[in-house]
């Protein structure tokens, strides 16, 4: 092959259309979307493809997640139809960043082009629905259009046909597909089921849950039940009327609306000289335009060119000098053209390289940025801007140089020239990459490159990259390895572009023989050499990265004694976990397939259909996009739409608000402030019981992020651009200085008081407790930070005015109730003028509470003050600003134990900080004692100090104060467990609650009878199933063989008491024997509505008509209405599903005692009687067929407890910090779960929620208390290669349960807490790993206490496993000891 290259230069341009080179210069802009077909003729060129499909047409599948890139939310299938070939090209975009203008001539398929309602649905709907695979339904779009993507691409292929009803697509390849995909409900393994159905080599037996069949089942039979898939009728090809229009056109690109598409570059040069362009007009070169997702534009652009289909800009050149790609061909583009080239190289060497710098690139962004991003855009952002690129770090290792057309001017300069001149200006292009090929017969070409990120595949800037080329030779007699030349690069590391590390080039091509020494030197001068700008985070940990990457190069190279030639060949293969080859493979094999799980359910018929694993209500329309949200309602006629603008102040007087003088004029319609509430109302944003928050500030801003004003315009693009470009000018003189720590709230005694029937009890006497100890640890500190909801549906709203003062809104949110109340005080209106609906809510996790009320309040207020309809849909940075999330806290704890690790006393000072008001804070202390009691600590005492700050007020999530509660426990028990030299486990075991101990710490009524106290069986059965001993064995056999990778396993239980509230139903039957239902609660994904069908089937079920019923099919479910179903309370605690089943089952009860008189009596006359005829007489003789009921459990039935435990292990990168989790299992007790299906997908969803807390999000502020990580670029959620690589669940079905709804228990936020058995285990591993730091420097390797802190992100694991720990090994080594 390389003798082709040699004779024969292949050039050729990539899929370019023909038609495209004599574009047409005033056309209309014509495409297709799932086969309509728009033309249009004035479009303004900012516009987005998500725009135009969401704003002016019905497919409203594409959801506005972040509008950056980050979440896969937004996805279409762009395909362009090139008639020279007649080839299509079918790849996912982001529809967020994609721009309309460019997308002439091309089809756009949206999941409702897949199927429908109408249509029939597509086999992916299905499966995704059969897989329980869609919970609140918001991601699942962007879902299948990933999966669907993958599946086009993989039909193309010439792989062997696949059995029948599967694809040609691989296991691998489809969990690939959902890697960018952000899903922040499900933790992601039933998604992956539902991919991998449709894979040619996958084993159903290792496809999760399902509807389709019952584990255990015949293979064939189960196959047969998969909804059938057909690549001829199930892939829509693209539209025949557009391919013709394609053909016959010469162009369907628009040129208009200041849109350009120059096909050469003369054109390209006539433009740029165009009069005009060089008068000052704003023009803007685009390629896919994803760089907006990281540098947003608040700004608008005169004009754009699009560079695409200029010849030069597209090219692939491949000859026996390297490989040219054009600066216009996208990144995936690139992969594929590296690899292949890459496979016709028959040096293995320069082969090699070009497979490293694919293999890279595939961990850059995601599928859908790849596809469209380009090679040059991606230089050109780093030359101008500095973007932490990967791309550049590994071509300019390998040598890489640019062609560059400034003027008329050609210039081929190395990219190293390139980054170093001044950032290219507006009207220099870069036109095309050359990699060279790298080959030396005298010696070995080494290539590998590195990068260090919170996300391995999903998504993720790293914290630092490297690539390193060297040139080596090894002497034949003594087999030392030199260095001939080489390349060391380093980028991402918050400093400038990527740099040429000179220094250590120099020192390692010295003349010297790799030896420790030299590797010694060498990682002090990588060191100095990765300085990160002031104000990077991590800048110590960044540089131990660079020490690890030269390490984990040269080491292998030191280490061996083989010859060269057989040991650099398997050089690419080094482990540093060599030593133990069979856990290598085991975990080579799980990696292989990402994600696997095996699930344990048992299914209970005695109520059913309640208790059966029934997919999850309307998942299939949310599949399909049908699903309505709020954003997803139509506006109405004069709709104006706002945008919040906030403080960056902590404490600071507003004299005025000015927008800056680029917003256009008629931009603003209105700024809605305290000012405008209406005469009578009140300043209302939210409110509970437990206090108020104001709606907007007054003259003062209380926290950086405090509602100062609603701009109102236009449209949500006008209205954003209009926040973002508003300055307040403030004044804070003679004003105190605002609280920004727990601690500046304690000097100046800033607290919310805690209600006394708030206060948690106090058990035992603390003083008498530690009297008893041994041993004491006192005064020990940790903290905690917050968390993000990180919902994919941002909070929403709609206010629409009515007649006579009235107001209809609908919103996103999670207590109707409440705000109904709000809105009504605020507008001072009587309730009965307000009206709140909520259909279904995009993902809550209690952000949907409290801190949805201001976001619908303030829509309400801008529409009674312009009497036109208002709606927002805040951006992702704003929601992440306003938010609040999670109770950050600093605790300080004192424990006495004996020497047995039987604790006897523990006592906790916590400093709360809950922010600016109250919201749900006073109950957070007791929340966080509900889940420490999860021990028997003997005595219990503590002081709870919820402190009042000028921070956005801090509101419930998720299990709030419970998994801090649970954390702190875990804390203790490993602080005393290290203290007494003994295994956390050992420790967890002698304190695990006997039922006596049980019933003192929670009291009677919350223990209920001592068989419901499932916990210790749970506890054994768990060290069993999880193989828990041998694991532990396993473990440390692995640690004692490795030095560089570490692993631990942990176990892990939790006690979680919840509170059952009143709650309303109603349920009526309509003449055809079709049931609508509703209920307080809203449905957030967590499967209410599935829940409550079932119960309504089961009890109307009860009447016993003959024949079949099918009621589940006849029941829906319809959305809350504040004014039909009053005091619907808060969804909200984990029992509103149970209570919301209570209650209809309530009702269900009322219209069984009515009819139950009617069909005795059409029984005596008929013989039979259906549930239809029952219905049609029960209306003809005036039956009332209408029931509602207010569920109000006793109050000794009203608090309960839960139980469950997990086992997790995991493997630490003792060099990078990296935490993979092996492997999880978690047995949680449902009681008899009211739908195991239901249940199961809320324990491994919050499960990988708690992953999160644990692990990677870092919801951090400036030092003015404004949030700083405030979007997908800086908030890490788990994606799929974040989870833990097999993760088995078994909901237990625990029986009978007196005063339990049907015996049933609640699932929605205790499995959170499991979670903590990750940050458990890996405080294990890197305990291993400073044992053997402190062996190497010779001490006593008795490790002291430490603390790890939560999130245990890279830096801080590499932290405590040393910074230095490579310093310290080669120290150990050269020392000879
Ligand atoms: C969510 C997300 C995650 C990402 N993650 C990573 C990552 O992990 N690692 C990494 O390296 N990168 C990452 N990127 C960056 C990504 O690779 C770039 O956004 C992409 O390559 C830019 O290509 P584009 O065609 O979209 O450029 P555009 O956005 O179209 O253009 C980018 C800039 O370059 C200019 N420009 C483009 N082409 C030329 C040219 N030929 N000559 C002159 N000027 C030109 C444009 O005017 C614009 O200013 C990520 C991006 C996103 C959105
Ligand atoms: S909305 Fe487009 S990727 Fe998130
Ligand atoms: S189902 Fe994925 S975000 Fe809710």
């Known amino acids: 092959m390389l003798e082709l290259l040699k004779s024969q230069q292949l050039q050729f341009f990539l899929l370019l259309p023909a038609w495209l080179s004599n574009m047409s210069r005033d056309r209309n802009l014509v495409f297709a979307v799932n086969g309509q077909r728009f033309e249009l003729s004035d479009v303004d060129p900012s516009t987005t493809v998500l725009e135009f499909l969401r704003l002016h047409t019905g497919f409203k599948s594409v959801k506005l997640g972040c509008g950056e890139g980050g979440c896969g939310a937004c996805l279409v299938l762009l395909s362009r139809y090139d008639p020279a070939s007649d080839r299509v090209e079918d790849y996912t975009v982001s529809s967020c960043l994609t721009l309309l203008c460019g997308i002439g001539g091309c089809s756009i398929t949206t999941t409702e082009g897949l199927g429908n309602t109408k249509d029939g649905f597509h086999p992916i709907h299905k499966r995704f629905s059969g897989f329980h695979a869609s919970q609140c339904g918001f991601c699942t779009p962007g879902m299948c259009i990933s999966l669907y993507g993958a599946l086009v691409n993989a039909e193309k292929t010439d792989r062997p046909e696949p059995t029948k009803g599967f694809s040609k697509l691989t296991v691998s390849e489809a969990e690939r597909a959902i890697s960018g995909n952000l899903c922040r409900c499900t933790g992601y393994r039933p998604i992956a089921d539902a991919c991998k159905s449709f894979a040619a080599d996958v084993d159903i037996e290792d496809l999760g849950l399902n509807t389709f069949w019952r584990k255990g089942e015949d293979k064939e039979a189960s196959l047969s039940r998969l909804p059938p898939y057909d690549q001829n009728t199930d892939i829509r090809g693209f539209p025949e009327f557009l391919k013709e229009e394609v053909k016959a056109s010469d162009g369907l690109g628009v040129e208009k609306c200041n849109w350009y598409s120059p096909v050469t570059l003369d054109e390209l040069q006539c433009l740029f000289g165009q009069d005009g362009m060089d008068k000052g007009h704003r023009v803007k070169l685009v390629v896919g335009n994803t760089s907006v997702g990281y540098y947003k534009e608040n700004q608008r652009w005169d004009r754009y060119i699009d560079l695409r289909h200029i010849p030069e800009l597209q090219v692939i050149t491949k000859d026996k000098t390297g490989i040219e790609i054009g600066a216009a061909v996208t990144i995936t583009k690139s992969i594929k053209e590296l690899r292949d080239f890459s496979e016709c190289l028959p ?190 985070s991590s800048p110590d940990y960044r540089r131990s990265l660079a020490a690890a990457f030269v390490f984990k190069f040269l080491v292998p190279l030191i280490e061996s004694t083989a010859p060269m030639t057989k040991y650099l060949d398997g050089y690419a293969n080094y482990s540093l976990a060599k030593d133990i080859k069979q856990d290598r493979k085991q975990l080579e094999d799980v990696a292989a397939q990402l994600s696997y799980g095996k699930q344990v359910i048992e299914v209970d018929k005695q109520y059913s259909p309640v208790g059966e694993p029934v997919k999850k209500s309307l998942s299939t329309i949310q599949a399909s996009g049908e699903a309505v949200y709020v954003d997803d309602i139509p506006s109405p006629t004069n709709c104006l739409y706002g945008a919040f603008i906030y403080s960056t102040k902590p404490l600071a007087r507003v004299k005025g608000i000015r927008f800056s003088p680029r917003l256009p004029k008629d931009a603003v319609i209105s700024v809605v402030s305290f000012l405008d509430i209406p005469a009578g109302g009140e300043n209302l944003g939210s409110r509970t019981v437990l206090g108020n928050e104001a709606l907007f500030s007054d003259e003062l801003a209380h926290c950086a992020g405090d509602r100062v004003a609603f701009v109102v315009a236009e449209s949500q693009k006008n209205a954003d651009l209009a926040a973002e470009a508003a300055l307040i000018d403030y004044d804070t003189e003679d ?321 979680y008491e919840v509170t059952v509230r ?173 739908n195991p299906a239901v249940d199961l997908g809320q324990i491994e969803g919050a499960f990988v929620q708690g992953i999160g807390f644990f692990m990677l999000e870092e919801y951090t502020t400036n030092s003015e208390g404004l949030v700083n990580t405030n979007g997908t670029w800086t908030y890490k959620i788990p994606t799929l290669d974040t989870i833990p690589r097999v993760f088995n669940v078994e909901v237990l079905n625990s029986g009978h349960h007196k005063g339990r ?29 400073r044992r053997q730091l402190l062996s190497w420097s010779g001490m006593d390797t008795t490790d002291s206490p430490f603390q790890l802190d939560v999130p245990a992100t890279l830096p801080i694991v590499k932290g405590l496993c040393g910074l230095d720990s490579i310093e310290g090994y080669l120290h150990w080594r050269m020392s000879g000891k």
């Open 735 to 1055: 004003l105190e200085p605002p609280i920004l720590s727990v601690e500046d709230a304690v000097e100046r005694s800033s607290f919310f008081e805690v209600p006394s029937f708030l206060q948690p009890k106090q058990v035992g006497n603390f003083s008498e407790g530690m009297a008893e100890a041994d041993h004491k640890i006192l005064s020990a500190r940790i903290q905690l930070g917050s968390q993000y909801y990180f919902y994919l549906e941002n909070q929403s709203a709609l206010a629409i005015p009515d007649e006579d003062n009235c107001m209809v809104i609908y919103s996103s949110m999670q207590c109707p109730e409440f705000l109904h109340g709000t809105v009504a005080r605020c507008l001072g209106v009587p309730e009965h003028n307000i009206r709140v609906i909520t259909r279904r809510v995009g993902g809550g996790f209690g952000g949907k509470s409290m801190r949805s009320m201001p976001v619908a309040t303030a829509c309400a207020v801008a529409a009674q003050k312009l009497n036109r309809p208002v709606r927002t849909y805040l951006n992702r940075k704003t929601d992440m600003i306003l938010a609040g999330g999670r109770h950050p806290m600093k605790i300080t704890y004192s424990v006495g134990f004996k020497s047995n690790g039987k604790i006897t006393a523990l006592h906790l000072d916590v400093l709360i900080n809950a922010g600016l008001s109250a919201d749900i804070s006073p109950i957070v202390p007791q929340n966080i004692v509900g889940a420490l009691k999860k021990y028997n600590w003997g005595s219990l005492s503590f002081e709870f100090k919820v402190c009042k700050t000028n921070h956005t007020s801090k509101s419930a999530m998720r299990a709030p104060g419970e998994v801090q509660g649970s954390f702190i426990a875990e804390v203790v028990i490993e602080h005393v467990a290290s203290a007494l030299l003994m295994e956390p486990d050992a420790i967890r075991n002698v304190n695990i609650h006997t039922y006596d101990s049980l019933s003192l710490f929670y009291g009677s009524n919350a223990a209920g009878a001592p068989k419901d106290y499932t916990g210790p069986s749970i506890w054994s059965k768990l060290d069993s199933s999880s193989d828990l001993a041998r694991r532990a064995e396993e473990v440390k056999e692995f640690n004692i063989h490795n030095k560089w990778i570490k692993r631990g396993i942990s176990r892990v239980p939790v006690v």
């Open 347 to 536: 040096n293995l060497d320069s082969g090699n390289i070009f497979r490293r710098l694919a293999d890279h690139a595939e961990k850059v962004a995601s599928w859908h940025i790849r596809n469209s991003g380009s090679l040059g855009g991606n230089l050109v952002m780093a030359q101008r801007e500095k973007f932490p690129s990967d791309i550049v770090t590994v071509l300019l290792a390998a040598g890489s140089s640019v062609h560059i057309l400034a003027g008329s001017k050609h210039e081929i300069v190395t990219l190293d020239e390139f980054l170093k001149r001044p950032p290219l200006d507006s009207k220099s292009l870069l036109l095309s990459v050359k990699i060279p090929i790298w080959e030396s017969r005298s010696s070995k070409i080494l290539f590998e490159t590195y990068r260090a990120a919170p996300r391995p595949l999903g998504n993720a800037l790293p914290y630092l990259n490297a690539a390193f080329l060297a040139e080596v030779s090894q002497c034949d007699s003594s087999k030392v390895i030199h260095i001939k030349s080489c390349r060391m690069v380093f980028g991402a590391h918050g400093h400038e572009h990527a740099v040429r590390a000179r220094r250590l080039e120099e020192v390692l091509v010295g003349g010297r023989a790799l030896s420790l020494s030299l590797l010694r030197e060498a990682i002090e001068v990588a060191k100095e050499t990765v300085v990160p700008e002031d104000g990077i």
């Open 1062 to 1234: 009143p709650t309303p139903g109603k349920v009526s039957v309509l003449s055809d024997g079709s049931v609508v239902v509703e209920v307080g609660g809203t449905e957030l994904g967590q499967g209410l509505w599935t829940k409550v069908k079932q119960m309504v089937a089961f009890g109307l079920g009860l009447i016993q008509c003959d024949g079949p019923m099918e009621l589940l099919e006849k029941v829906r479910v319809v959305q809350t209405d504040t004014l039909s179903v009053i005091q619907g309370g808060w969804t909200a605690g984990s029992t509103t599903s149970e209570a919301n089943c209570q209650a209809v089952k309530l009702c269900c009860d009322t219209l069984v005692e009515r009819l139950r008189p009617l069909r005795d009596s059409l029984r005596e006359q008929m013989g039979s009687v259906t549930w239809e005829v029952l219905i049609e007489q029960a209306y003809l003789q005036f039956v009332s067929l209408s029931a509602s009921a207010f569920y109000c459990p006793e109050s000794i039935l009203m608090r309960y407890l839960n139980y469950g435990a997990a086992v997790s292990e995991v493997e630490i990168d003792v060099l990078t910090g990296e935490t993979t989790i092996l492997r999880s299992d978690i047995i949680y007790d449902c009681g008899k779960s009211l």
């Open 1301 to 1329: 709804v049907l015996s049933s228990k609640a699932s929605g936020e205790p499995p959170l807490l499991l979670a903590a058995s990750v940050h458990c285990a890996t405080r294990t591993a890197i305990k291993e790993a």
